[in-house]
């Protein structure tokens, strides 16, 4: 029986060499044809609008306060609709959030995320597959600002930075903007360094005035030779034009006086990476345009040989804000470790918090992990507020945003769902305080 089956399956097997042997054109056709098929109908799901509803939650807009009971709908990716009378698509994939407080994606505007080191530039160093990624999400983190490198030795510039979208296993979409500032050493506290950006800018606003006078020359007939650009321009010339921001670490108020008489003299944006004595000079910051990013929880010690107020204050973002400067709030450390728990990037909402308790409004606190980073970092026409035509990037928190019982329940990115704590093996089995204390009372001896 078994030689017979054999026998019949190599037969089989010879007529089919027969077939294709006298039918080449033919059987060619037939599996182009079948893979045009194949590859239109893949096309076909791919176009397949990706639909999602986030229904009746708390919705903190960020931009035009809180909308109780709303409802996001996002399509491939984008809010699409946002209100209490949205209609729910059939094909739609709902998140109930009855209940629940729905706001924007956190944006850090300090993290070490998501990033290889050593590289060049950021995209080409980039690591979807990174475990802060996974915690980014997990702690409602969805956008934030990384930097490989910065400036050394004598020269002032230097490193590159991007603002990126922390979706992990997705490579493609997570650069936002590269670069998204310029890194610059600059101040008093670094006397040679500031010279050399100072000589910088006035040889590039020097070629920038001769340029202008040689296109108006080529307009009116005239033969003359171009000038020559200044070596290493390019970035001084990005500064002058206002195309990018001049990103400073300022140690203390001497260096934030010097950067704001840069600006004075130059017209430059500029980034105040670093604000802890900012709080006395708020109006002169403010004047100037610049942005401030603040840790509250930073502290300094007066200087006890100078007139003026110095040191940290508790107040310092409050004073800042009621000044109408920019201004993003970060935690003490940038990265996901347990050597700084308590401190470390998990804790971005602990620092708006500690800004809340020094006078900061709680709504401008929620922008200044939002919306105000990613003004800081040139992003804010596609996040930070729940926006129609904005991405679909999101957290569903199981309480108020800023207390620190709260848990971020879903993470969407992209207007995908990214993070379920129920399904997390970070937070699964980590429940809110009174939920912990209902399980201990009816579990306890006698009950």
Same mark, same amino acid.
């Given at each position: ?31 182009? &044809? ?14 397949? %609008? ?13 931009? +035009?306060?809180?909308?109780?009971? @709303? ?10 609709? !946002?209100?209490? &009378?949205? $209609? ?31 590289? +060049? ?20 983190? $969805?956008? @934030? ?33 590269? /670069? ?6 600059? &101040? ?11 000589? @910088? ?23 003359? %030779? ?10 001084? !010339? ?13 140690? +203390?108020?001497?260096? !934030? ?22 709080? /006395?000079?708020? $109006? ?8 401030? !990013? ?14 003026? %107020? ?47 308790? @020094? ?43 800023? +207390?620190?019982? $709260? ?41």
């Amino acid at each position: 029986m078994t030689s017979t089956r054999a026998s019949e399956r190599s037969a089989e097997g010879k007529g089919a060499c027969r077939f294709l042997c006298r039918k080449p054109g033919r059987w060619a056709l037939l599996l182009f &044809g079948a893979l045009v098929i194949h590859l239109t109908s893949g096309a076909a799901e791919e176009k397949k %609008p990706e639909v999602l509803c986030v229904v009746g939650g708390d919705l903190y807009t960020i931009t +035009d306060g809180i909308l109780k009971g @709303g409802t996001i709908l996002c399509r491939d990716g984008k809010i699409e609709e !946002i209100g209490r &009378g949205v $209609t729910v698509p059939k094909d739609a994939k709902v998140i109930d959030a009855k209940g629940k407080a729905v706001m924007p994606g956190m944006v850090a505007a300090r993290a070490s995320v998501g990033v290889f080191s050593g590289s +060049d530039k950021i995209a080409e160093a980039l690591d979807p597959m990174s475990l802060g990624l996974e915690l980014a999400a997990a702690s409602g983190i $969805t956008a @934030g600002y990384v930097v490989s490198g910065g400036p050394s030795g004598d020269n002032p510039l230097g490193g590159t930075n991007a603002a990126l979208k922390f979706t992990f296993g997705a490579l493609d979409s997570m650069v936002l903007r590269e /670069p998204a500032s310029l890194n610059v050493r600059f &101040g008093p506290s670094a006397p040679v360094q500031s010279f050399a950006f100072r000589e @910088g800018l006035r040889q590039a606003r020097e070629y920038l005035r001769k340029q202008g006078q040689y296109q108006a020359d080529q307009k009116a007939g005239k033969k003359v %030779p171009a000038p020559a650009k200044p070596n290493g321009a390019d970035d001084y !010339i990005a500064l002058l034009t206002r195309r990018l921001p001049a990103r400073l670490q300022p140690r +203390d108020q001497n260096d !934030i006086l010097a950067a704001l008489r840069l600006v004075d003299d130059y017209e430059i944006r500029l980034i105040l990476d670093g604000g802890t004595e900012a709080w /006395p000079l708020a $109006t002169q910051i403010a004047k100037r345009n610049a942005s401030v !990013i603040l840790c509250p929880r930073d502290k300094q010690v007066a200087n006890e040989f100078v007139s003026r %107020p110095t040191g940290s204050s508790p107040q310092t973002a409050a004073l800042l804000a009621r000044a109408g400067i920019p201004l993003a709030l970060v935690p003490p450390s940038p990265v996901f470790s347990a050597d700084w728990i308590g401190s470390d990037l998990q804790t971005l909402t602990f620092s708006a918090a500690f800004a809340v308790q @020094g006078g900061l409004p709680e709504d401008a606190a929620l922008e200044a992990i939002t919306l105000g980073p990613a003004r800081i970092l040139g992003v804010a026409d596609r996040i930070g507020s729940l926006q129609v035509g904005k991405d679909a990037d999101f957290l569903v928190l199981d309480g108020s945003p800023l +207390d620190i019982h $709260t848990f971020v329940e879903t993470t969407v990115i992209n207007g995908k769902v990214c993070y379920e704590k129920n399904k997390s093996t970070f937070f699964a089995r980590v429940k809110r305080r009174q939920e912990g204390a209902k399980e201990e009372a009816a579990t306890a001896p006698g009950k």
